[in-house]
Every structure is written in C-alpha cells, then in structure tokens.
Nanobody, 116 residues
Framework: VQLVESGGGLVQPGGSLRLSCAAS????????MSWYRQAPGKEREWVGR????????YYADSVKGRFTISRDNAKNTVYLQMNSLKPEDTAVYYC??????????WGQGTQVTVSS
C-alpha cells in the first residue's frame, strides 16, 4: 500500500490550495479515505473523511464550510480542496486509509503553510 500526497506549499491567508493523495496497492474504490493534519507541537488531528463511492463526506468543525474532500476512483486519487485558509491551518497534511485492525496506512505528508 502506498499513499503519496502532493500539492502543499506556502499560501497567504484567505487563499486556496488543493492537495492530492495518489493511492496504490489496494482496491481504492472499496474504502473510505481520510485526511489528517499535524501542526508543530500539536497532536495529529482528523480533518475529514469521504466514503468509498464519494457520496458522503464528514468534516471537523474547524474546517467545515472551507474544506472539501472529493475523490476520483478511476484515478485512485483523493483530494482536499482548502479555501479561505487561515494561519491556524498551517500543518503537515496526511491522507489515511483503514483497511482493517492491523492495516492502517499513512502517506508521507505534505506541508501547508499559511502566512503573509
């Protein structure tokens, strides 16, 4: 299983970024996918999740209304569209898949920095 995030970078407050997570090594269309983030000195926190077919999405209160998760099962890719970014969104963003009790996988993460 491999999860590879991309799309991070430096953005000004109020700006937007779209992160991608390319997945391989499992049947992507059969599993929910999640995004997490970890800010410096803080614990990793859940950002949101999308169901296997993409019909349902769930978000942390801190990002609801600003972030949107989507997926393209033909491309084995999940996306995180981030709008109205705030300095407190600065973190390393990870995608995550749970395949079973002993089968939990993380990507390597991509840095998002929101600063003027």
């Amino acid at each position: 299983v491999q999860l590879v995030e991309s799309g991070g970078g430096l953005v000004q407050p109020g700006g937007s970024l779209r992160l991608s997570c390319a997945a391989s090594g499992f049947t992507f269309s059969a599993y929910d996918m999640s995004w997490y983030r970890q800010a410096p000195g803080k614990e990793r926190e859940w950002v949101g999740r999308i169901s296997s077919a993409g019909g349902s999405t769930y978000y942390a209160d801190s990002v609801k209304g600003r972030f949107t998760i989507s997926r393209d099962n033909a491309k084995n890719t999940v996306y995180l569209q981030m709008n109205s970014l705030k300095p407190e969104d600065t973190a390393v963003y990870y995608c995550y898949v749970y395949l079973g009790i002993q089968y939990r996988y993380w990507g390597q993460g991509t840095q998002v920095t929101v600063s003027s």
